[in-house]
């Protein structure tokens, strides 16, 4: 079969499934917003990232942002179509409103669409953390927006996926039908997985696990991955243990919660609230590393904290999984679906710093806890394994084109 991927950061949620569509004999062409260095021998249309335009509202700036990625994508698709190309079906991410303008193009092409989350308060805190005002109209608007494009998508779609049970029940229940699918994009456990013997240098910090070691992961140090909740943590730990250290991945930007009311880095905020109670010179900030160093980064740790509002279950927790992490996680979805309190891990409240520091102590000292934890992880972890997720999101890709 011909199959169109369109994905503005590509491969994205396709990096394990579109070489395994490939090694099935299909052809694969993919559109994507960014010139990066990608690792997949197909064909790849590129469009240009739209301007942010200036003196618009936040949602009536967020349409024309995605009907501009629309018209660029529709015209990309012309493209092929006066090649004489055509997909049998096309598979898209739908975050950002590429899709909206393909049924123009090929009005009875199927499309099996990848939205990620139907966006509500709660996903961003409100209601969980204490510290947030209520929430207010201009929020709701803007979640408003965001939603309109979505539906918008899915409105002409024959299929959707979403990876968790939790992102697939934020969906109105009209849209919870059977269209609807939970699969997991999956990851690679072969390469994820435990490395006693790891040992190699990153930004000037050698790795290995010979020292206690904690590491945080995620692509944007935010409140909404609880980066907050575990600074404030840290005092605690390491007055306790003078060997312990820190590892951080991420960089400053905003991310999915947006800037602090501030206008500063949540990073900035943290060292200012907390120049004097620890020893700096201990944290490592390593920013955003390649993909082979972070699965080295999570094999030499000795506790791996995982924290989040009820938003979009990262990629990094089920790795950190896979490589046999001991695992300190937020209380509550999407951490929940996937670790059991006290059986793949331990979980604490997003809003308690200090039962997050006594526990990670506690199992510093417990290496027999640390192990157990992190075998069992490591087992459940093999569920989401690209060997068993990838086969099954190739069958609803035959269905929904009709094979």
């Known amino acids: 079969m011909r199959l169109l991927l369109i994905h503005q950061n590509f491969p994205g949620q396709f990096r394990q499934l579109a070489p395994y569509l490939q090694q099935q004999g299909h052809e694969v062409v993919a559109i994507c917003s960014h010139e990066r260095p990608i690792g997949i021998n197909c064909r790849i249309l590129r469009y240009s990232e739209p301007p942010k335009p200036a003196n618009l509202s936040f949602g009536t700036a967020l349409s024309d942002e995605a009907f501009q990625r629309a018209r660029q994508v529709a015209l990309l698709c012309e493209q092929l179509k006066q090649e004489g190309w055509r997909p049998d079906c096309i598979c898209a991410h739908t975050g950002w409103g590429e899709t909206l303008g393909l049924r123009e193009v090929w009005s009875d092409v199927p499309q099996l669409l990848w939205p990620e989350l139907w966006l509500r308060p709660e996903h961003a805190g409100y209601g969980h953390d204490p510290t947030l005002p209520p929430v207010d109209l201009e929020r709701r608007l803007e979640h408003l927006s965001r ?9 002409q779609a024959d299929a ?28 690679d456990t072969q390469l994820a997985k435990p490395n006693p013997e790891v040992t190699y240098e990153v930004m000037g910090h050698s790795i290995d696990r010979s020292v206690p070691t904690i590491t945080f992961v995620n692509r944007n140090l935010e409140r909404l991955r609880g980066f907050d909740m575990f600074m404030r943590s840290l005092p605690q730990v390491l007055r306790s243990d003078s060997r312990v250290r820190v590892l951080i991945v991420g960089d400053g930007e905003p991310g999915y919660g947006g800037a602090h009311p501030s206008g500063k880095p949540i990073r900035q905020l943290m060292e200012e609230e907390l120049a004097q109670e620890m020893d700096w010179s ?7 590393i ?14 791996h904290v995982y924290l989040s ?19 300190v996680g ?9 670790i059991t309190d006290g059986v793949e891990g331990v979980l604490v409240p997003m809003d308690d710093p200090r039962r997050l ?35 099954r999101l190739h069958q609803l890709i035959l269905q929904t084109a009709g094979v």
Not at 160 to 183: C, F, G, K, N, Y
Not at 282 to 288: A, E
Not at 290 to 303: D, I, K, N, R, T
């Open 290 to 303: 390649p993909h082979p160093y972070l699965l080295g980064l999570m094999q030499a740790s000795w506790v």
């Open 309 to 327: 509002y009820p938003f979009v279950l990262g990629w990094s927790a089920l790795e950190a999984m896979a490589c046999g992490c001991c695992i």
């Open 160 to 187: 959707w996926v979403m990876p968790t049970e939790h992102q697939a029940r934020s969906l109105p229940p009209a849209l919870q039908d059977h269209r609807l699918h939970v699969i997991h994009e999956g990851i």
């Open 330 to 338: 937020s209380a509550g979805l999407p951490v929940e679906e996937v």
């Open 357 to 391: 520091a006594e526990r990670i102590l506690a199992l510093l000292r417990r290496p027999d806890l640390r192990h157990e934890f992190g075998s069992r992880a490591r087992a459940k972890a093999l569920q989401w394994d690209q060997s068993q997720t990838v086969p």
């Open 147 to 155: 939603n309109t494009l979505t539906a918008a998508a899915l409105q």
């Open 282 to 288: 201990r944290l490592h900030f390593l920013g955003r």
